[in-house]
């Protein structure tokens, strides 16, 4: 794709405003490592909030294709909250019947955003976490195949294809060869499966590096323990290069600290990539090594607005 | 002394050996996790930290927050559930 001359464009629809999302210098939060860029690409740019516009746009589209949805069916998946606000709102844009599994206790802000685009939420335990929605939308969908396109977000490889076509083309474009490093979080693992394997194929190496939470009890919504949990289809631990563990307690620290100093609102899986980020250019400052690093910020903090206000009860 | 339950969530089941539910003793929440600590060792660090319960971690008393009760000093009777609410992974 060629990079746009202008942010200011006319569109047909909403879907063909994703993607192009702007690419960040993060100068104070990173002053630590002065001789390193640090670089936050906004995936919060897109027009359903997250980074997770991507895969659900690029696995809708092709399955509308290829006949394997079409206007009689419902598109049924589980998903922690962005997934589903992406299949929402492209569901109103395409025409498209959405229900969604999610475990209860997620964030209110996003269930009433995803039911605001016509989408139908299903409630799964929230003791068994995303793993337990997993599995419900398993069993719904065994019992009416007919009924249901079921893109699986955690199997479906147009979830790492959306990022290798479209972010890391991106990257490349803006930042050429000055990238030495990319990190991202680990959650169905697509982001960083399709672009490390764009970046990979790079002329110059490019060290890529997922994130994990350091435990499995963990505050790091939208981001998955692998050792404690399903692992996904399309993960592919041998694509990347490297994975870094933070702590809830870094993240979120790291969250705040990007609201002040940066003006930028991120949700707490943006801090714990962010804070690894930064760690891995303290150390190629350290080591006099220079470097480029990219960091994807997968959404804005508003959408975990907390439940101490307004979500003062959860409904079980 | 009142005996409860307390529901134990997906990541901290290999501390139960696997349980999703146990039962335990105490008077006041604070109470019930110090009396679950003596049976499984590991859990109050897991749930608390200098401050009270981690910033994370959500701690149901029935269905009402204990942050909207009296924190870890929340009044407990027999056959009251606690539900110790984990984040939300992946997707």
């Known amino acids: 794709m060629l ?5 200011s464009r006319s569109l ?12 960040v210098r993060l100068d104070r939060a990173a002053r630590a490592a002065p001789s390193v860029e640090v670089y936050a690409k906004l995936e919060f740019a897109n027009p359903g909030g997250s980074v997770k516009d991507r895969a659900a746009l690029r696995m809708m589209t092709r399955a509308l294709d290829d006949g394997r949805l079409t206007s009689d069916k419902i598109l049924i998946d589980s998903t922690s909250g962005n997934t589903g606000v992406a299949y929402s709102i492209f569901g109103a844009a395409l025409g498209v019947r959405v229900q969604l599994v999610m475990p209860s206790n ?11 685009f016509g989408t139908e939420i299903i409630y799964s335990d929230p003791m068994e976490g995303s793993d337990g929605a997993i599995r419900k939308v398993r069993e719904i969908v065994a019992q009416h195949p007919d009924r249901y396109f079921y893109p699986d977000q955690y199997s479906n490889p147009d979830n790492p294809l959306a990022h290798y076509h479209g972010t890391a083309v991106e990257i490349l474009d803006a930042l ?19 672009n490390a394997r764009r970046l990979h194929e790079h002329t110059r190496p490019v060290r890529c590096v997922a994130v994990e939470p350091a435990d499995a009890f963990h505050g790091l919504e939208g981001l998955k323990h692998l050792p404690s949990s399903l692992v996904p289809g399309i993960h592919d631990a041998a694509a990347y290069d490297e994975t870094f563990r933070v702590t809830t307690e870094d993240g979120w620290d790291m969250a705040d600290l990007l609201a002040r100093e940066e003006a930028l609102h991120v949700g707490h899986s943006a801090g714990a990539v962010v804070h690894a980020a930064i760690e891995i250019a303290k150390k190629l400052h350290a080591e006099q090594q220079g470097g480029c690093v990219v960091a994807i910020v997968p959404d804005r903090g508003d959408r975990y607005f907390a439940p101490m206000k307004w979500e003062k009860r959860y409904l079980w | 002394m009142h005996t409860v339950t307390v529901r134990i969530p997906t990541p901290l089941r290999t501390l139960t050996a696997g349980a999703d539910e146990v039962t335990a003793t105490g008077t006041t929440v604070r109470e019930v996790i110090v009396e679950l600590e003596s049976r499984f060792p590991g859990i109050k660090d897991r749930l608390l930290d200098e401050k009270g319960v981690r910033r994370f971690i959500n701690v149901y008393l029935a269905d009402e927050d204990i942050r909207f009760l009296d924190g870890l000093d929340s009044a407990v009777k027999a056959g009251d559930q606690i539900s110790i609410v984990p984040a939300i992974a992946g997707g």
């Open chain 1, 176 to 194: 050429g060869d000055r990238i030495t490093h990319f990190v991202a979080g680990l959650g169905t693992s697509g982001t960083i499966m399709g």
């Open chain 1, 3 to 7: 990079p746009r001359l202008t942010r």
């Open chain 1, 12 to 23: 047909s629809s909403i879907a063909d405003a994703v993607g192009q999302t702007p690419l």
């Open chain 1, 106 to 116: 997620v964030s209110k802000a996003r269930k009433d955003i995803a039911q605001a």
